[in-house]
């Protein structure tokens, strides 16, 4: 997936959908657009899904900037755009046709042939910046505009791990922004100590002085963007005359300081709480497709969700130990500055709060509250489970709302989907659907990380994994599994007991039932297993912590 700074586009996209209901604001602002860059060969196209995979992009062979209508309004009659007041009604559309209009004015620079992609990418990082610096000396009221859509140009990918590449991509995309004058330092505050923390003092400092040099170039030099470029490159201790591509986040990291201190800056940006704003992420990114089919719980699985839920309270009381308890009633010890208090509550026409007796007695022990994910495959070999466990991840969300636990269910294929999330507890069962891939196992497991927060031990945490081991990525799968065990959280790992099928490919870095390290690996012959066996590890858990 393209990134949404990827501002610049070649050749000619295909027609958007919509576009015919956007007209008025395509014609309204390509009659606007010239006073925004002094240019009068410029059109604006506005459209749902305009842009391609960015929310604003500029189109130089075409001379056209093109802008997704979904970050102005869900209909074009929200204002008209012919008026000038229509800019304070959609601020952050306003701010994207500002943002394609800085790079229509300054970005006339192209690529020299032949520049190794890294090198190209980078120089349009620098880019970014010196566009929008540009634009607002040039028309200093701009910069209010630009303010709005800088967090519509970040991408979650923007700072997938903490490693000096993402580091630096940060410190382009938003500290090269206090220089450019189009954020504040206190915007960025987090961010700059993230960034800091991952590179350090002395790297940023000598990134800075690159991007300021950028921010003096003139539009046209596209030799000396390249050459800050390859500095940049050799501060990061990467050589692109030996590493040509654009370096990827490694799927066996979790993500780290750099991610959150993005979600905060996206957070504040949305008006929202970081919590907030991570949940709509997630909620966009990872909701089960429509098609999937529902249908009401049956008896037995309310049953199975109560015996369940009787089986993990009854792990948590099972051994109860002395303690003592306070009670508002005799008998026991008095507690002279509680019954004291009791008085004054009632002397002052309050009901009684203070308990003044304190009892000896047989109480439950302090458990650590269960968190509990569970991750189905989707590819087309685990079809015979697929049914099972959506029964599953309904049994479990009920159950734990009864028991004081936390579960959740993500499926994992071509795309992570979080079936069940935390502390929601479904009136209908979701049914799964199998595809052609197991390409997101890393992926699923972050998810799941990032909602139980499985590699800190405040609670006692576990995660169970239903697949056959045929993972289209098996070294970052066992990286991610080794975290977690060395992170206190138990891994429980089920392997249906079938053959595999006629045909299956057996590339090495792709082995049929590959056992994991770090698991306790049980093989399954019927899908009902698999869910006994989740239930029976969650007791024992429970009963041992």
Not at 143 to 164: E, I, K, N, S, Y
Not at 414 to 426: A, G, Q
Not at 433 to 458: I, M, N, Q, S, Y
Not at 463 to 479: E, F, H, T, W
Request: neutral net charge.
């Amino acid at each position: 997936m393209s990134h949404p700074h990827t501002h610049l586009g070649a050749g000619t996209p295909p027609a958007p959908d919509g576009a015919a209901e956007w007209q008025a604001w395509s014609q309204a602002w390509t009659q606007h657009v010239p006073l925004l860059t002094g240019r009068t060969d410029l059109t604006v196209l506005v459209a749902p899904g305009a842009a391609g995979t960015a929310p604003e992009r500029f189109y130089p062979g075409l001379n056209r900037i093109e802008v997704d209508a979904t970050y102005i309004a869900d209909s074009p009659d929200i204002t008209d755009p012919s008026k000038a007041r229509h800019k304070r009604l959609v601020p952050t559309g306003y701010g994207l046709l500002v943002h394609g209009a800085a790079h229509a004015a300054h970005s006339r620079w192209s690529t020299p042939p032949g520049t190794p992609p890294i090198l190209a990418h980078v120089a349009h990082l620098l880019e970014e910046s010196r566009a929008e610096g540009r634009q607002r000396t040039r028309r200093r009221g701009d910069r209010r505009w630009l303010r709005h859509v800088v967090h519509t140009l970040l991408h979650p990918d923007d700072a997938a791990v903490d490693d000096a590449w993402h580091a630096g991509q940060l410190a382009a995309l938003l500290l090269a922004r206090v220089d450019a004058r189009i954020v504040t330092s206190k915007d960025v505050r987090p961010i700059r100590a993230a960034v800091t923390g991952v590179l350090g003092r002395k790297r940023l400092r000598h990134l800075r002085d690159i991007w300021r040099e950028a921010h003096t170039c003139d539009d046209t030099d596209a030799d000396t963007m390249i050459a800050l470029a390859r500095r940049w490159c050799h501060v990061l201790g990467i050589d692109p005359d030996q590493q040509d591509d654009t370096p990827v986040s490694d799927a066996g990291l979790f993500p780290g300081r750099l991610a959150a201190a993005l979600v905060d800056y996206l957070a504040v940006a949305a008006g929202v709480t970081p919590a907030e704003y991570a949940a709509a992420m997630l909620d966009r990114r990872h909701s089960p497709p429509s098609e999937w089919d529902r249908r009401d719980p049956t008896e037995q699985e309310h049953r199975a969700a109560r015996d369940l839920a009787n089986r993990l309270r009854q792990a948590r009381t099972r051994h109860p130990e002395p303690g003592r308890r306070p009670s508002a009633i005799p008998p026991g010890r008095l507690r002279t500055r509680h019954a004291i208090t009791a008085d004054a509550q009632t002397a002052a026409g309050q009901l009684p709060t203070a308990a003044p007796w304190q009892q000896r007695a047989h109480l439950p022990p302090e458990k650590p509250r269960l968190h509990l994910a569970i991750l189905v495959d989707l590819s087309g070999s685990m079809d015979r489970y697929t049914a099972a466990m959506s029964s599953a991840a309904w049994i479990f969300a009920h159950a734990a709302r009864r028991a004081d636990a936390t579960t959740t269910t993500i499926g994992f294929g071509d795309r992570t989907t979080i079936l069940v999330p935390p502390r929601t507890y479904p009136k209908q069962v979701l049914h799964m659907r199998t595809d052609f891939a197991t390409a997101t196992f890393p992926e699923a497991v972050k998810v799941a990380d990032h909602l139980l927060d499985l590699r800190h031990g405040r609670t006692l945490r576990m995660l169970a994994v239903v697949s056959d081991g045929y993972l289209d990525d098996i070294p970052a799968g066992q990286r991610l599994v080794t975290t977690l065990h060395r992170a206190g959280c138990a891994v429980l790992w089920l392997h249906p007991a079938d053959a595999p099928t006629a045909g299956e490919p057996t590339d090495p870095d792709q082995i049929w039932g590959n056992t994991f390290t770090h698991t306790t690996t049980l093989t399954v012959t019927d899908p009902v297993d698999a869910i006994a066996a989740i239930a029976d590890a969650a007791v024992t858990a429970l009963a041992q912590a």
